[in-house]
């Protein structure tokens, strides 16, 4: 089997199908080393899971690179064959396997073909190839552009603070890192903007400088989180699980949750006959539409939530000091981190 993506969805998995006793394939496109800045909350399956799997967090929150470089190196300790800096660019169904399309670091080598008796999309929902007909995630809500940095500044924030600008309706707020060597920003820029990367990390830059955050650890990162969902999960010989299934706002905090439920599910299902993965592909669908409902309805509470935040002027003279711990974010980061998915 062959799996594209070696984030929480796609690791899992793989380590899943390997204890198992499957043969698996990983390709990440990215390098060896994730590198992401994105502080996470974590559900209580996604904490059940991730000790399962031998992954340590302290506590109800970490990161998204402590995740996947905890999880990478298990799949490195039980020799399941990863390649990095490869990519899947497209698939081809035949009626007993599914051909797997695979291109070299940087785009321009050549494309090489893997066999495989079924395909795992986990890629975050990026594949072009598998988002089509039934399986297309179709978008769920509006445009919500982020632009989140990791800092290393141990001490700099010791609670979840934040300020909110009334006239532009952004909001910059801090999570100090569970292990208390530093912090992650998150520019939230007002939902129903598309998104504009080199305006949005401009402005996250001019903000950066007035606060006087010092440099990140790596580049700053914009994206659009737009919530996504796919009408069916699996296809053919293609399953699709984690955010390529469906994706919701990070303001629920139960992405990885959903992602490593499904990667529990992928396992069962992929090394079960063809008729169980076909009679119940589609529930890891289930999950990800309850998912979309709770992050519409936080998203459609935002204007609202935001007005408990300490006023902060962007445009004019905002401080450090403007960033105030915020009993909202905290007691709904709380809330947020007790409940179960689906
Ligand atoms: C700002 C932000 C904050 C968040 N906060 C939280 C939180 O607090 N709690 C929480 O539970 N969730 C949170 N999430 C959501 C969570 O990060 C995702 O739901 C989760 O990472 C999904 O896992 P995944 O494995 O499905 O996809 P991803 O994590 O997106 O991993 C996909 C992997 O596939 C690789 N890839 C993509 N395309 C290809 C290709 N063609 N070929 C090969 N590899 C490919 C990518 O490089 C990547 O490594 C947040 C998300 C964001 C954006």
Redesign the pocket.
Known sequence: MVI????????ATAIGLERAGALVQV????GVE?TRA??????PQ?REILSDLGVHTQGT?TT?ASV?NQLRGIVKERGIPIEYR????GITEHDDHVSVHVQGGGGSAAVRTLEASMFVD??????AATNVGAMERIPRGPSHV?V?AQYHDPGAFQRISGAFDRQTRELMCVFPTADGTGFIT?LDLPPGLPLDEPAALARYDALAGKLNLGTPMSPPQA?D?QQHLARVATQGHVLK????VG??D?YI???????LL?ATTATRLLTADSATLAREGNDVIRAHRHLAMQAGAMLAARPVAMRTMHPGDFDGALQRADLQPSWVLELASQLLTSQRVG
């Open positions: 594209a993506g070696a984030g929480p969805a796609g690791a390709i990440e496109q990215r994730a994105r502080s996470l909350f974590l559900r996604a929150d998204i996947e490869q990519r899947v660019v986990a890629t975050g929902g990026r594949l982020y989140t998150y994206f989180a699980i984690g955010d390529s994706n919701a990070p905090g139960a992405g990885v949750a959903a992602a499904d």
